[in-house]
């Protein structure tokens, strides 16, 4: 027996439901999980501690130095003159792309692919 094309849409939309009661339970988890984080560091921080643990755990505090841009043209300069474009992470921006393509616009070196969505809501 083939089931029907509203039966599985019915199906999607009911296991959509479930993930997105889990998402919500792993969004409560990850916000508990950093404010733990928070704590562990001012606690270890007080105790001039940079490592250490429990019975079941091992911690370590480490600063990490990261990027961050606070002059855009300077930066974009910095690499153009230099060929650093390995500064950059390599992907295009979808959504800017679209609104190249919805003026007419052709992007050099950019491909147009097509990836197939279903979409599904509850009524």
Not at 1 to 17: K, P
Not at 44 to 69: C, E, H, R, W, Y
Request: contains cysteine.
């Amino acid at each position: 027996m083939t089931r029907t094309i509203g039966v599985i849409a019915d199906e999607v939309l009911t296991v959509q439901l479930k993930i997105k009661k889990k998402e919500d339970e792993v969004k409560v988890l990850e916000e508990k999980e950093e404010l733990l984080k928070e704590e562990l560091r001012t606690v270890a921080t007080a105790a001039n501690l940079t490592s250490g643990g429990g019975k079941k755990s091992k911690f370590t505090i480490d600063p990490l130095i990261v990027p961050q841009a606070s002059n855009w043209d300077l930066f974009h300069a910095y690499i153009y003159d230099n060929k650093y474009f390995h500064l950059l992470q390599r992907r295009p921006a979808v959504k800017a792309c679209q609104e190249l393509w919805e003026q007419g616009a052709a992007i050099p070196g950019i491909d147009k692919f097509t990836v197939i969505k279903v979409n599904v809501k509850g009524v």
